[in-house]
């Protein structure tokens, strides 16, 4: 069985090797990494956080950028380790996204 | 499971040419493929384990394992002595 990282071997044509600027939400996302998988929390510990990365199925993994993978990897551990559930993730959503549209912010 | 001790650096070994499901750090590629031990990492938890959510025991042998490029890929045209090095457990690796 291989999964979607695994990659090796597979005709995949030229690498981009330019360094990329982190953006802000990306920071902030390996940041409640870490601390969610600190010892006092160990809620993604990284093996298991690579273990749902990997899980997400091909479509999701090729579509999904490095740091949305991270996202929907943790977000998936939280609801299911009881921490947080859909509802108040999609409601959390949502309120952003009506925040940035007031503001103009919105990607 | 691996039960002959520990192997040591020069070691022939072939990797378990296996396709299990789950968290595995082997990559595909070099399954099946025969190279020799040149270091010894130690023992480190399972990541096998670590990646369902267990605490990862018992511990693995950790190794790096060089191979020849031209013995992993086919039609290799790299120079002859170019290889390349991966670390494996223990229980992926069996006396060749």
Redesign the interface.
């Known amino acids: 069985m291989r999964g979607p990282h695994d990659v090796g071997g597979i005709p995949a044509g030229p690498v981009d090797t330019e360094p990329h600027k982190m953006t802000f939400w990306e920071k902030q996302i390996d940041a409640m990494h870490t601390l969610l998988g600190d010892d006092k929390r160990r809620i993604t510990v990284r093996d298991q956080n690579r273990h749902y990365i990997e899980s997400l199925g091909q479509d999701a993994y090729t579509r999904l950028n490095y740091y949305e993978r991270w996202t929907a990897a943790m977000a998936l551990q939280l609801v299911k380790k009881g921490v947080l559930t859909q509802d108040e993730i999609d409601a959390k959503i949502a309120e952003i996204k009506q925040r940035l549209e007031e503001t103009g912010e919105l990607e | 499971m691996m039960s002959d001790g520990i192997l040591q650096p020069g070691q022939r070994v072939r990797v378990r040419e296996d396709?299990?499901?789950?968290?595995?750090r082997t990559?595909?590629?070099?399954r099946g493929k025969i190279g020799h031990v040149t270091r010894v990492f130690g023992e480190f938890e399972n990541?096998e384990r670590?990646?369902?959510?267990l605490d990862?025991k018992p511990k693995k042998m950790l190794y790096e394992v060089r191979f020849k490029q031209a013995d992993v890929?086919p039609n290799y045209n790299g120079p002859v002595h170019d290889t390349v090095d991966i670390d494996i457990y223990q229980h992926w690796l069996e006396k060749a």
């Open positions: 396709y299990p499901p789950g968290h595995i990559p595909v590629y070099i990541p670590l990646g369902v959510g990862g890929w």
